[in-house]
């Protein structure tokens, strides 16, 4: 009798092995499917600077797949609303936001930053 059921115990185990080996195989093919249509719907950052004109003088705008993100008049962090003097400080300071966001970083931009890019304030 103990054969009997050893044997039939021996059967359900390499059954169930069998049965959770083939649930394994599946979960990795369901997860390798979901995460290829995850990378392939999401959308990618299609981010832009453009500068533009004001009376005072130069501000930026950040776009992402068309619509506006950041729009920046005035020189950030200085206690004045003073916008940039020229059109090259406006795209400079706007390449610096874009590439702090690519990066997934703040895109706050420090005043030792505008030092360092020499804008002047």
Same mark, same amino acid.
């Given at each position: 009798?103990?054969?009997?059921?050893?044997?039939?115990?021996?059967?359900?185990?390499?059954?169930?092995?069998?049965?959770?080996?083939?649930?394994?195989?599946?979960?990795?093919?369901?997860?390798? !499917?979901?995460?290829?249509?995850?990378?392939?719907?999401?959308? $990618?950052?299609?981010? &832009?600077?453009?500068?533009?004109?004001?009376?005072?003088?130069?501000?930026?705008?950040?776009?992402?797949?068309?619509?506006?993100?950041?729009?920046?008049?005035? !020189?950030?962090?200085?206690?004045?609303?003073?916008?940039?003097?020229? $059109?090259?400080?406006?795209?400079?300071?706007?390449?610096?936001?874009?590439?702090?966001?690519?990066? &997934?970083?703040?895109?706050?931009?420090?005043?030792?930053?505008? !030092?360092?890019?020499?804008?002047?304030?």
């Amino acid at each position: 009798m103990t054969t009997t059921t050893n044997r039939k115990s021996k059967f359900f185990r390499k059954k169930l092995r069998k049965n959770l080996s083939s649930v394994f195989n599946l979960s990795i093919i369901l997860f390798v !499917i979901a995460l290829l249509i995850f990378i392939f719907c999401q959308k $990618e950052k299609s981010l &832009n600077v453009q500068t533009l004109k004001i009376n005072q003088g130069w501000g930026y705008t950040i776009t992402n797949n068309n619509r506006v993100i950041i729009k920046q008049t005035v !020189i950030p962090v200085i206690s004045e609303q003073k916008s940039f003097q020229t $059109e090259k400080e406006a795209m400079t300071v706007g390449q610096l936001v874009i590439k702090k966001l690519n990066a &997934n970083k703040s895109p706050t931009i420090t005043k030792n930053e505008l !030092i360092l890019l020499k804008i002047r304030l």
